[in-house]
């Protein structure tokens, strides 16, 4: 059973286009994560949900825009794609939003803006 | 605010051969500690944390980590390499608050060689 899921896990879109990644978690969970890592490997937190409720959000441009539905699922919706966030995009969750909990990541959704 | 250093980008070492990947962090607070790995097209797992007590610590997969809170440094060890072991590593920090996001440092690759 996958622990963290996310769909899809390749996009390839043009520029001006809006496009939303989907995670879910199966392990109860109270806190879910989405990541951005560059093509230079740098990981950076864009947004924290605890009980659906946003804890963190980076400056993160405003055309990204997180939903969750419930404790289970956290999507990302960004709105008029443009070259820069070609990236790996990847979901995490923790038991609580205290960092010393381990955080579990999903595979990564792989977006190719052109 | 913090900030993580991992002085070497690429580290090649033969099978077999130990290894020390290094991690400095800066902080003005107690901080907790994480090593994550990350393998080819894959999320990341952690593979051990710092929180208190005992500053060695014991991860999966055979490696080891040293919190030396006067060097501010929380080196990856680990005696004798496979091949497996060719992946990314990443070292975090975050402070010891709830809800403080975890920051990660950009990333040692290693690579095993036969």
């Known amino acids: 059973d996958t622990a963290v899921s996310q769909t899809p896990k390749y996009l390839v879109t043009q520029m001006g286009n809006d496009k939303s990644i989907k995670c879910e978690q199966n392990l109860g969970h109270d806190t879910m994560y989405w990541y951005k890592q560059d093509s230079k490997k740098f990981l950076k937190i864009m947004f924290s949900y605890n009980n659906k409720e946003l804890i963190i959000n980076e400056t993160v441009p405003n055309r990204f825009s997180p939903k969750s539905p419930d404790k289970a699922h956290l999507n990302l919706h960004i709105n008029s794609l443009e070259l820069g966030d070609s990236a790996v995009y990847f979901c995490?969750?923790?038991?609580?939003?205290?960092?010393?909990?381990?955080?579990?990541f999903g595979p990564g959704t792989r977006l190719l803006v052109l | 605010a913090q900030s993580v250093t991992q002085l070497d980008s690429q580290v090649p070492v033969f099978e077999e051969a130990p290894v020390e990947l290094r991690c400095n962090y800066s902080s003005s607070v107690s901080v907790y500690l994480f090593w994550y790995v990350q393998y080819p097209n894959q999320g990341l797992q952690l593979l051990l944390k710092y929180l208190s007590g005992s500053t060695l610590v014991k991860g999966i997969n055979g490696f080891e980590a040293e919190f030396n809170k006067s060097q501010t440094s929380f080196h990856l060890r680990k005696p004798s390499v496979h091949i497996s072991d060719t992946a990314e590593y990443f070292c975090?920090?975050?402070?010891?608050?709830?809800?403080?996001?975890?920051?990660f440092g950009p990333g040692t690759s290693l690579s095993v060689i036969p």
């Open positions: 995490a969750s923790s038991q609580a939003g205290d960092w010393q909990e381990t955080q579990y």
């Open positions: 975090a920090v975050s402070r010891t608050a709830t809800y403080d996001k975890v920051i």
